[in-house]
């Protein structure tokens, strides 16, 4: 059993940066897609970036490429989401969840993690003046 909690959210001025912690309790230091997604009121959940544990292997959706990076620590199996020239668009809850093998990073961030089995609590983040 994968129990993941997620820490690092706060509020930004537009610019800003944040890095986002994902905490796992359970084996997940290889063969899992493992992600960050992310929902604002009223809106469907987007996903934004999923790597595969144990490999060099990511995906980032459109609306965060060259501004997000994804990376997993597997000494203290941590998942990290660096936030770098936030926009307000960006303001949103934003999970981790996991997935073991087999699974396609392509299919879990365009499908907004659907099919993702172990999903955090989520913390938010907002991006204002």
């Known amino acids: 059993q994968v129990q993941l909690m997620e820490s690092g959210g706060g509020s930004v001025q537009p610019g800003g940066s944040l890095r986002l912690s994902c905490a796992a309790s359970?084996?997940?230091?290889?063969?899992?897609?493992v992600g960050w997604f992310r929902q604002a009121p009223g809106k469907e959940r987007e996903g934004v970036a999923a790597?595969?544990?144990?490999?060099?292997?990511?995906f980032y959706g459109d609306s965060v490429k060259g501004r997000f990076t994804i990376s997993h620590d597997n000494a203290n199996n941590t998942l990290y989401l660096q936030m770098d020239s936030l926009k307000p668009e960006d303001t949103a809850t934003y999970y981790c969840a996991a997935l073991h093998t087999p699974c396609s990073l392509i299919q879990g961030v365009t499908s907004g993690g659907l099919g993702y089995t172990y999903w955090g609590q989520g913390t938010q983040v907002t991006v204002s003046k």
């Open positions: 790597l595969l544990t144990g490999d060099r292997l990511t």
């Open positions: 359970g084996y997940m230091t290889t063969g899992y897609c």
